[in-house]
């Protein structure tokens, strides 16, 4: 049973020294007892009462990790079933799977599509973190060539190294240690060798058993053992039996806080399907429900366009907006006499109007000011986008220093702010741009004309 912050403020130093950021011990311990803050922000906390607080606190799904340096990764960490309740906190990798039975072909085509997948949506660098290394064949030297095929061909992918085997996970984690790749294939027969391996690199072990029922069994083992860094996955064979075994995973760990189920899970969706398009659509449902990796056959730039574009949206946290940071933008090579433009500091509205300006091949100005991140009518609607706010940030950002232009153009949707602004601002004239970001692109070129004739 969850702790109260009664029981927590027992266990604390009672010195009120107000160093945690909190006036008292107290205030603290209601704080941790949300899941606010940390036991390890009391400086005096005993380590005996900072171990068992932080059991007594941490989320019933543990938080894992793989790889290294600036390709390191967490799982897990859920708190909640859906996301509206709360938000969900790490999200799913992608792999691609390899086998070594496969062909030098299939292979490098594998890993030149994998190489294309790799651009940038919302501020965020998508490509695909993890090449699945499957052992088929049985044979040591023949599985260690395709892990340094795929090592050398996809440096941003983690290494998955596939295989039940313990003396051929043994040669491949040497093979590709420092990258902190995940161990694949513990099951009850090798358990306790898979286990010895991982615990000696400290590697993310991934469990396997037939069903829900062998897999709780097989987890208690292994944490017997002494070892939680777990992934785990069941042996189903069909959609149906492997959603039910993922949600009720989440369900068990989270509902009825049995923390044996609480670590994240593995789903192969390309033992699902060997159609691509349905793979793709597989592995959609568990980007929501509620898969930590998602193994596909292969991938492309368009399969991977909808699969990344739903995970970021569905892994951004519905509670507080996506901004950027308010500021004067250069596009392109924007010099003193370009277009000055202004939008809001949402990210989604700024990336899709700054792509269709670049779009537009005309160097020009964003300005960026404080609409609360949100969209360009919510701001407006809310008072957050304002004459007066367009004004400030001009100021703020020293615009009229920086440019000789004395024209700014507005989204049309707001259309109303022309007279607003050009009281706030006296000498400059506002234009107003067109309704949607995708006109832009004509709108600036027509606009450049007309200012050089």
Same mark, same amino acid.
């Given at each position: 049973m969850a702790l109260t912050g009664m029981d927590i403020y027992k266990l604390l130093p009672k010195k009120n020294c107000k160093e945690c950021g909190f006036p008292t011990c107290l205030a603290f311990a209601m704080k941790l007892a949300q899941g606010?803050?940390?036991?390890?922000k009391c400086p005096y906390i005993s380590d005996d009462a900072k171990a068992r607080l932080s059991e007594a606190t941490a989320p019933p799904m543990r938080t894992v990790k793989f790889g290294a340096g600036d390709k390191c990764y967490n799982l897990g960490g859920e708190t909640v079933l859906f996301r509206h309740e709360k938000t969900f906190v790490n999200r799913p990798r992608f792999a691609v799977l390899f086998s070594d039975a496969m062909s030098e072909e299939e292979i490098q085509g594998k890993i030149a599509r994998m190489n294309k997948v790799n651009y940038v949506r919302i501020n965020e660098e998508m490509y695909v973190e993890i090449a699945a290394l499957k052992c088929e064949?049985?044979?040591k030297d023949t599985f260690l060539s395709l892990i340094k095929k795929v090592k050398d061909g996809c440096k941003k992918a983690v290494p998955?190294?596939?295989?039940?085997?313990?003396?051929?996970?043994?040669?491949?984690?040497?093979?590709?240690? @420092? !990258? $902190?790749?995940?161990?694949?294939?513990? /099951?009850?027969?090798?358990?306790?060798?898979?286990?010895e391996l991982?615990? %000696?690199?400290?590697?993310?072990?991934?469990v396997t058993a037939p069903d829900q029922e062998k897999l709780y069994n097989l987890v208690q083992k292994i944490q017997n053992l002494?070892?939680?860094?777990?992934?785990?996955?069941? @042996? !189903? $064979?069909?959609?149906?039996?492997?959603? /039910?075994?993922?949600?009720?995973?989440?369900?068990?760990?989270?509902?009825? %806080?049995?923390?044996?189920?609480?670590?994240?899970?593995?789903?192969?969706?390309n033992k699902l399907s060997k159609d691509k398009m349905m793979q793709l659509a597989m592995a959609t449902l568990f980007v929501e429900k509620y898969a930590?990796?998602?193994?596909?056959?292969?991938?492309?730039?368009?399969?991977?366009?909808?699969?990344?574009?739903?995970r970021q949206n569905i892994y951004t946290d519905p509670q507080r907006?996506?901004?950027?940071?308010?500021?004067?933008?250069?596009i392109g090579s924007a010099d003193e006499n370009s277009p000055l433009l202004v939008t809001v500091d949402f990210a989604l509205t700024y990336f899709i109007v700054s792509g269709e300006v670049e779009r537009s091949k005309i160097p020009s100005w964003m300005l960026i000011?404080?609409?609360?991140?949100?969209?360009?009518?919510?701001?407006?609607?809310?008072?957050?986008?304002?004459?007066?706010?367009?004004?400030?940030?001009?100021?703020?950002?020293?615009?009229?220093?920086?440019?000789?232009?004395?024209?700014?153009?507005?989204?049309g949707k707001v259309a109303v702010l022309k007279a607003d602004i050009e009281d706030e601002l006296p000498g400059w004239k506002v234009v107003v741009g067109p309704d949607e970001a995708a006109l832009l692109p004509k709108f600036l070129r027509d606009y450049a004309d007309k200012k050089v004739s």
């Open positions: 606010a803050v940390e036991a390890g064949s049985g044979n998955m190294i596939i295989t039940s085997d313990p003396e051929i996970a043994r040669a491949a984690v040497e093979e590709c240690k @420092e !990258s $902190g790749p995940i161990l694949f294939g513990a /099951d009850e027969q090798n358990c306790e060798a898979m286990v991982a615990k %000696q690199h400290g590697l993310l072990l991934g002494g070892y939680r860094e777990l992934l785990l996955s069941t @042996e !189903s $064979g069909t959609l149906k039996q492997t959603f /039910d075994d993922v949600v009720n995973i989440r369900r068990t760990a989270l509902l009825s %806080q049995d923390r044996t189920l609480g670590y994240p899970t593995l789903v192969f969706v930590s990796v998602i193994v596909l056959d292969d991938i492309d730039y368009s399969l991977a366009l909808p699969l990344f574009a739903l907006p996506m901004k950027v940071e308010q500021g004067l933008y250069k000011p404080d609409a609360g991140g949100y969209s360009v009518l919510t701001a407006w609607a809310s008072g957050k986008l304002s004459g007066k706010s367009i004004a400030k940030a001009v100021k703020d950002f020293a615009v009229e220093e920086k440019l000789k232009t004395r024209e700014i153009v507005i989204p």
